[in-house]
């Protein structure tokens, strides 16, 4: 009889596994959401380490933006793909193994587009995709490909501990340009209620055609682009845990700091 009642159980422990584990399988991805690491403000007052590697980051979005530990670049990813773009301008693939101190992704999926021409500013393309965004109250994933007149970009070289502020090391920042060059720019627009947390407004990148230059955006002159807008309407930032993310002053206002950073 204890030997029935043991089978039983055994039975009713495979049944449930097996039912938990299909469960758990059909259950959807929510590929809505805007994953972080860390916050734009901890880059500001030099946090450049962070435990997140790459491989793991792929879990949780195929396009988006960063740097990486040592601020050792910037980071553009579309497609799955994860680019270095270090301080001679040169793209690389990401190792998995690769760790960022900041980073912000997404699974790209596009929920309206508009055709642009000729436009002669960063400034005026930034306020035609303005002008289509359906609110200002939630996030954006912005692609931009097509041909550009101009574009001038830039990249930060590895830091060495200990480490300068974001505000200082981009004071030697290296700028490249590009002239009569086809490519994609990759990034976010983000609400005004998210300062601190990452960048308000456009945070974008720049990658060639060929895959081997670009940088952060800071100018363009766009000839003729398709630009798609993806919707995410959720958000998710996991924190290092780490002592320097612990001591680093969060708490002022540090929107000069980041204009400085941006442009």
């Not at 976010?188 to 601190?196: A, D, I, Q």
Request: net charge negative; with cysteine; glycine share 8%.
């Amino acid at each position: 009889m204890r030997l029935r009642v043991v089978a039983i159980v055994i039975v009713f422990a495979v049944l449930f596994a097996t039912w938990a584990f299909a469960a758990e399988a059909e259950l959807p991805v929510d590929r809505d959401v805007l994953f972080q690491v860390s916050t734009i403000g901890a880059l500001l007052e030099g946090v450049y380490d962070g435990p997140t590697t790459f491989g793991e980051l792929h879990n949780h979005g195929d396009f988006g933006l960063g740097t990486f530990n040592g601020l050792d670049g910037e980071m553009i990813a579309f497609g799955g793909d994860f680019y270095q773009i270090n301080a001679q301008g040169v793209a690389n693939r990401v190792p998995d193994a690769w760790r960022t101190p900041f980073a912000a992704v997404t699974f790209f999926e596009a929920d309206q587009s508009l055709a642009v021409d000729r436009v002669r500013t960063y400034e005026d393309l930034q306020q035609l995709i303005t002008d289509s965004l359906p609110t200002p109250n939630i996030a954006y994933a912005i692609k931009i490909m097509g041909r550009f007149d101009y574009v001038k970009a830039r990249s930060v070289p590895k830091q060495s501990k200990p480490y300068r502020k974001l505000a200082e090391v981009v004071k030697h920042q290296s700028v490249f340009e590009f002239r009569n060059v086809e490519g994609m720019i990759a990034g976010f627009w983000l609400p005004e209620y998210m300062k601190g947390v990452n960048v308000a407004g456009y945070h974008l990148h720049f990658l060639n055609q060929d895959c081997t230059s670009g940088g952060h955006l800071l100018e363009c002159r766009v000839r003729q682009a398709i630009v798609e807008i993806d919707c995410t309407r959720s958000f998710y930032m996991v924190l290092p845990e780490q002592a320097d993310f612990d001591a680093a002053d969060l708490r002022s206002d540090k929107e000069k700091e980041l204009h400085k950073v941006e442009k």
